[in-house]
C-alpha cells in the first residue's frame, strides 16, 4: 500500500499491475513476490488508517524543521500562527450518494488548519457537508503559546474558553448578537490599526 501511494496509484488494479510490471525489482524493494488483488484488497480493509496518519505527522515534522526561518509573515512573531476555515466541495448525488447535504445537492466539507509560517497543513478533517464549522475545534490539538485565527463561524465560547485555558490565543470576529460588556479599557494604537483594546465580559 505504501508502494501505491508513493507511486500515485489510482486503484488496487493499478497497484498490482504496476508492481506486475517492475516484478524483477520488487525483491530489492523488500516486497518479495507480487501478492493476488484479492490478498492485497483484504489486507488493506483490515488494517488501520492510522498507520498512514503516524506516517503524515512525521513527515509534516520533518518539513516544518525544513522551513523555520523561511517565514513570509509581516510581523514578526515568535509564536506558531494557525488560520482555521473549512470549505464546502460539491458531489453529485446520483454518485456519491453518501454526501447527502440538501435535497438536491450533494457534498463534504474539508476542515483545515494551516501553518502560517511554513505554509503546511497542520491538521485537515473530511465532514459531510451539513457539518458545521465549529465541530473543528474538536478534533484540533492546540499548541501552548500559538496563535489560531478563525471567521465568526468559529464563535462558541465553551470552545474558545479551552483555547484560553490552555494558554493560547484566538483572533476571531465577534457576532452582531453577543452579549457582552466592557471591563477595563486599555491604551489603544489607532496608527496601527487597533481601535480599542478592552476586557469584556
Request: aromatic share 12%.
Amino acid at each position: 500500500m505504501a508502494f501505491g501511494q508513493l507511486t500515485h496509484r489510482e486503484c488496487l488494479s493499478d497497484t498490482i499491475l504496476c508492481l506486475k510490471a517492475n516484478a524483477g525489482k520488487t525483491y530489492h524493494l523488500g516486497i518479495g513476490d507480487v501478492v493476488a488483488k484479492s490478498t492485497l484488497s483484504t489486507a488493506n480493509e483490515n488494517r488501520s488508517y492510522l498507520i498512514y496518519y503516524d506516517l503524515a505527522m512525521l513527515l509534516i515534522k520533518q518539513a516544518k524543521q525544513l522551513y523555520l526561518g523561511d517565514s513570509d509573515l509581516e510581523i514578526e512573531l515568535e509564536n506558531n500562527v494557525f488560520p482555521i476555515d473549512a470549505t464546502t466541495i460539491d458531489l453529485c448525488l446520483s454518485t456519491f450518494y453518501w454526501a447527502t447535504f440538501r435535497s438536491t445537492k450533494g457534498g463534504i466539507k474539508l476542515h483545515t488548519q494551516l501553518d502560517l509560517k511554513t505554509s503546511i497543513p497542520e491538521f485537515i478533517y473530511f465532514s459531510t457537508a451539513s457539518v458545521h464549522d465549529v465541530n473543528a475545534l474538536d478534533f484540533i490539538s492546540f499548541e501552548a503559546n500559538s496563535f489560531y485565527i478563525m471567521d465568526r463561524g468559529y464563535v462558541d465560547y465553551k470552545r474558545l474558553y479551552r483555547i484560553h485555558y490552555g494558554e493560547d490565543f484566538y483572533i476571531t470576529r465577534a457576532k452582531d448578537n453577543m452579549n457582552c460588556r466592557r471591563v477595563k479599557s486599555y491604551p489603544s494604537e489607532k496608527e496601527n490599526g487597533v481601535i480599542y483594546d478592552q476586557s469584556v465580559l
